[in-house]
């Protein structure tokens, strides 16, 4: 099978090394340059009512503020009161940001939680549902004309630590 898709294994490995000040610079990075790859889902954004949602992933230590609405978008690393949270594992987020699963299914499957004002998650859901966003291409165009090794480099990276683990896991039903 071919993954074309940010591997949510690196993604929270990643994740948990990066200290939260670094990780809010590359954050700024990376927004600016969403911002120019999506701009659509950025005035989209900026229509809704102005809101925060907090993203607790449930597997790393940081917590994210998005805000949104008439005074712009923004995201950072932090860990505050909002109008709602959506909280799961890094995986979960990931799929329902890239699309891959329904929000809708993620929830009733108890992959994700939503509290506060589901309203603003909604709004939020289908704002990010009308765009096609690849968190892997995204962040390999940071690269410029080293996207394409980035890239490769990342999903490289993840089928041999998916290789490592399926070794170790059948040595270990062997010597068990």
Do not use: W
Not at 6 to 32: E, F, G, T
Not at 97 to 102: N, P
């Amino acid at each position: 099978m071919k993954q074309d898709r940010l591997p949510p294994p690196l993604a929270r490995a990643a994740l948990k090394a990066i200290p939260s000040s670094l990780l809010q610079r590359m954050i700024d990075v990376l927004l600016r340059k969403l911002r120019s790859q999506h701009p659509h889902l950025f005035k989209n954004l900026e229509r809704l009512d102005s809101a925060t949602v907090r993203i607790e992933p449930s597997d790393v230590a940081h917590r994210f503020v998005i805000s949104f609405g008439k005074n712009g978008v923004s995201l950072t690393v932090a860990d505050k009161a909002s109008d709602a949270c959506i909280k799961g594992s890094v995986a979960a987020l990931l799929n329902m940001l890239e699309g891959r699963i329904d929000g809708d299914k993620l929830f009733f499957s108890r992959d994700i939680e939503i509290s506060g004002k589901t309203d603003v998650v909604v709004a939020l859901r289908n704002t990010l549902d009308r765009e096609e966003i690849n968190m892997l291409d995204d962040i390999a165009s940071l690269f410029g004309p080293f996207a394409y090794p980035a890239r490769q480099t990342v999903l490289l990276a993840d089928a041999v630590a998916r290789h490592l683990r399926q070794r170790f896991e059948s040595q270990r039903a062997a010597a068990s």
